[in-house]
């Protein structure tokens, strides 16, 4: 014991207290990190979910902060979300929250803003964002940059062409950029059944057939919504850029496709691609690993990436099926500062360079401009970059599960043949339209095709 | 009978000490009827606590609609609306006509093979525990292994059925998204999944059968298919009954196979009305609508129920 000491006054520890609180405000980033409190973030079990998880570990390595993993199916992840965010106290603090089902929590007003938790909170101004779908206004229930900051992309999941570059390399094709483009190349190496043309995911699902369609409606021009950022939903589906993209994708299906489009779920889908009997697909980012696995594939270093095509004068359009990661409202402050530290973390470059080679898509431009995406393996970091600019956020609403479904039906029903594109989108466009007016969204139909 | 016992002469007793009696016997009475609230009440009280509560629940939402705002749930008194549209739900008519073909297909198909297999068993001198255990695999595999183990069976490029059709040169056929094959597999696959739960029940049944019965219609010179038709049957009604309510309601509910394997497709050609439920409560998140889709569709199943066991009482009667 030290009888010399000095001993300080209750205004000296005040002051010292004060100063240390100020000091942990100011820090760098990793420095505040390393004193956080455990948090839990609720996650579903994606093809994407081990590089994530590998991320995570790497985060807990590199500040000591604890993370735990709560991880699900698809549909239990939403389950659980909607659960712990409508009790009074959340279980889960990190939402990762799908494109289906983000615009719920924010409406609802489950997540808290970002920069409400943390108003230091700084965005990296290379992180995507993903059609302003990380910005929502409360007041005026619209997602555009003069939002708050509400969550951080997770997973930046976007369709992008996957063809056969062997097969493009021996015929002396380039990569196509244009719908017509695509089809004269599908219905060249449509040999079916020792190849398709192109597979195409057109079975009923939760989002499937909708989802697959996305990028050529958008990219023919067409839309559902006239313009929803203005608030203006009225349906503009069955106009003739909507038939024309029918069309095409139906032809597409019947003429240089897979003879059972119709019952084709994304898993099929990628099983034609890996066994060599698909020339093109149309499908998510997050399958690249499985083409170059050798022990699912046949076509390993065989298959290339383009941005999805369009028509002249329309830029790629593919529709965001994104992850997004959204702080609970009704959680412990001490858990949501928590999990603002882990944001701040994912969102930089060297973490998100990292991410990558976990096998991640990456949220950051930066990234991609990265010596890694020249390295082969990463050959779809080019035409993605290049494509998550002009991603389409198809829904702003809460209730886009019901129009979702109204979609998956009748494009299903148009796919199989039972229907033709014209009633299709005649009765798809008479649904979406009640149910927006049920809904009270200012909104209206064309006059129905004929 | 009973005329005959009211003429028997009251015995003639003092009133005094009918009084008492009478009076003791009121105190008995009223003792009874305590200790039986006292010893019935809480199972009472559990099962309102446990199924009709919750009934009364899912009822009073049915007249709501339930959204949510800041945090808070909101209801919104609908009265009957969600009811009246439900005639309207493409999904749910298309629901309720494919489950009652489904259900009649399927328990059908079952009850005949689970009923053919058990009378089979029944007369295997040797090896019986080996059939039997081979018999009830399918009810031991959890519905996930067999909407996985049929789903790779009848996949189009690479199903091991259309493999086998295409050795005796068949053409592959799209089983699950073919409008006039996708039902009739799901059907296939229920009938391959809950036969056993008939075969299980019928060999039980059978093994109960009075033997003696039997060896007085073989010394009566009965032929075989006479014991089926004139013992065998008759005596297993009640039996078969019993099991085809179960299957029925169970049938009913049939979810995780059409889930698994088609998820209603192609089009409604799959659609049930548990798949329809789980699409407007938990997918859309229709809370007040899923509710009255939940109403009708166990004021249906229950309807059935009573129905079945209506027509077990009047064969038991006439028997």
Redesign the interface.
Known sequence: MDNNRTFLSRRDMLAGAGAGIALSTLAPGSARAASVSPFTIVINQSPWFDSFRKTVELYEKETGNKVELDVNPF?GSL?KQ?NS??AAKGQYDLLIMNSGWFA?MY????VEAISDIDPGFKLDPDVYSLGETIYFDPVKKTMTKNGKLMSMPISPLIPLLYYRGDLYKEAGLKAPETFAELEANARRFNNP?RMYGIVQRG????H?VAYDFYPYLYGFGGSIFKDQSAGDYSVMLNDEKGRAALDYYLRLAREAGH??T????QA?VI??MV?G?AAHTMIVIAAWSQMDDPAKSAVVDKVEFAPTPHVQGVPTAPGLGHWLGGIA??VPDDRKRAAVEFLRWFQTKDAQVAAAKFGAIPINAAAYRDPISQERQFRWMKPLAESLPHAVNIYQFP?A??VI?ILE?GL??A??G?ITSVDALNTMADQIETVMAKYNYNTGKLPPLR | MASRSLAIPAPDVAPRHATRSAKSGHDRHGDDRTWRWVTFGPALALMLALSVLPLANLLVTSFYDVTWAQGQAVWSPVGLAHYLALPGDELFRAGLRNTLIFAIGAVGGQMVIGFALALLCSRVAHGRVVYRTIFILPILIPGIVVGAIWKLMLNYDFGLINQAIGLIGLDPRDWLGANETALASVIVVDIWHWTPFCFLLFLAGIESLPQDVYEAARVDGAKAWQELVYITLPMMWPAILVTFAFRLVLAFKVFDEVYLLTSGGPGTATEVVSFTLYQRFFTEDRVGYGAAMSVAVIFIVSLLLVLALTTRRRSEASA
């Not at chain 1, 409406?107 to 489950?110: A, E, L, N, Q, S």
């Not at chain 1, 079975?203 to 939760?206: H, I, K, L, V």
């Not at chain 1, 119709?262 to 779920?265: E, F, H, K, M």
């Open positions: 549909a389950e909607r965010v409508r719920e409406f609802g007003g489950f059944p079975a009923r699902g939760p499937t003879p059972k119709a019952s084709l779920d099929e099983q034609n066994t009997k409202r009704n209730e599960s019901e479904a039906l299903n029903r796919v199989a039972e």
